[in-house]
């Protein structure tokens, strides 16, 4: 049985001819209404985490000062 092929590749003197360029992928289609944020979004607020310090810190010391009078 013989291993050669039944149509030989011809020899070519010039190298192949570059693909097509590829383009990138599509991007999504966005959708029209932003993606909700959760109250987590909210909660890092830095002007929220402030008034939030202040207000605890304010509760913290009240309570400290009717334990300790």
Request: hydrophobic letters at 40%; aromatic letters at 4%; proline letters at 23%.
């Amino acid at each position: 049985m013989e291993t050669t092929q039944p149509y030989p590749q011809p020899q070519l003197d010039e190298p192949p001819a570059p693909s097509a360029p590829t383009l990138p992928p599509a991007a999504p289609p966005e959708s029209p209404l932003p993606e909700p944020r959760g109250c987590l979004y909210a909660l890092s607020q830095p002007p929220l985490m402030l008034f939030l310090t202040v207000i605890a810190a304010l509760l913290g010391l009240t309570s400290v000062h009717d334990l300790l009078l």
